[in-house]
């Protein structure tokens, strides 16, 4: 928390923010900042509110709370009188009032906890343009961010679009990797959702596993019967250990590209090389693509239909 009793010897301007043509000096920490009251009220509805313009055209502070509900204390008129920002870093105000200006001090693609920063800032002190800067850009790369407060966010901020990429995420995160603060961010519908389909996504993988798909025999195979034995011992031996190993968690894509490195026994090559054709343009694997989008689709209706 700033120290609002600290000495005028200790402080010193912003380098590129303690602007000679400012009308207001603000102070945050140890740093000074010598800003213009349109910019501020133009960029934030809490800055606006501190400042009351009379008949007489003359700009006088008036005391505001925050969004967090600390006072806001000064005139601003020069350095010995600064508008005292309390429990701020320089360090969280600095990327968010630069924005003020049109400065950023990071190009894209912005780290997480920078737009956790604005986002924070800009509920603090009502700032709408920052708040769509944020959104927009968490919303273009979803995927830097964990899917529970993703799923919060969404909530937040109805943003529907993050709906599809979080449930996404969260179908590859074991349950037991979500804390008590996760399930509390996605709430209970998300998570029984969750929960159902992992549940018929294991066992069509289990099906997949252990069902080798039919085989068509090739007019130049010589032992059909030994072929289809050798096709099924090592799809069960193969691809059925590869889905269902529990140590290691394979995309049927990567299960299948190591699969077709295996060993075939006596099956015929014409034989062999139908097989692995059909199972590759065949729907097996892509069974729960219309699933899990039916499910994202149904989820986000009922979410953004109902209070949380």
Same mark, same amino acid.
């Given at each position: 928390m700033a120290d609002t009793n600290i000495p005028e010897l200790l402080t010193s301007p912003h380098p590129t923010l303690y602007l000679e043509d400012g009308t207001h000096v603000l102070q945050v920490e140890?740093?000074?900042?010598?800003?213009?009251?349109h910019i501020l009220c133009k960029f934030s509805q809490t800055f606006k509110d501190m400042f009351i313009v009379g008949t007489d055209e003359k700009v006088n502070f008036h005391n505001v709370q925050d969004g967090l509900g600390s006072a806001l204390e000064g005139s601003g008129a020069?350095?010995?009188c600064p508008i005292i920002i309390p429990q701020i870093t320089c360090v969280e105000w600095d990327p968010f009032i630069s924005l003020a200006y049109g400065i950023e001090y990071v190009e894209p693609p912005y780290k997480p906890q920078l737009l956790r920063n604005w986002l924070n800032m800009s509920k603090r002190f009502q700032s709408a343009s920052v708040t769509r800067k944020a959104l927009h850009a968490i919303a273009s790369r979803p995927f830097s961010f964990p899917p529970a407060e993703l799923v919060r966010l969404a909530r937040e901020y109805e943003m529907?679009? @993050?709906? +599809?990429?979080?449930?996404?995420?969260?179908?590859?995160?074991?349950?037991?990797?979500?804390?008590?603060?996760?399930c509390q961010m996605i709430g209970?519908?998300?998570?029984?959702?969750?929960?159902?389909v992992k549940e018929a996504i294991t066992i069509h993988r289990k099906i997949v596993a252990?069902?080798?798909p039919k085989l068509t025999h090739s007019p130049e195979c010589r032992n059909n019967e030994l072929c289809t034995q050798d096709w099924e011992g090592i799809w069960w031996n193969g691809m059925g250990r590869l889905l269902m190993d529990p140590y290691i968690s394979l995309s049927y894509d990567e299960a299948f590209r190591r699969f077709q490195t295996l060993e075939f026994g006596e099956m015929e090559v014409?034989?062999?090389?139908?097989? @692995?054709? +059909?199972v590759d343009e065949g729907q097996a694997f892509l069974h729960t693509v219309p699933l899990v989008s039916a499910t994202i689709s149904r989820l986000t209706a009922l979410l953004f239909a109902e209070a949380w």
């Open positions: 140890h740093t000074l900042y010598k800003l213009h009251r020069n350095d010995s529907e679009e @993050l709906i +599809r990429p979080a449930f996404r995420m969260l179908l590859d995160t074991p349950l037991h990797e979500l804390n008590d603060n996760d209970w519908r998300v998570y029984r959702e969750l929960t159902l252990t069902e080798a014409v034989c062999k090389q139908a097989a @692995l054709q +059909r």
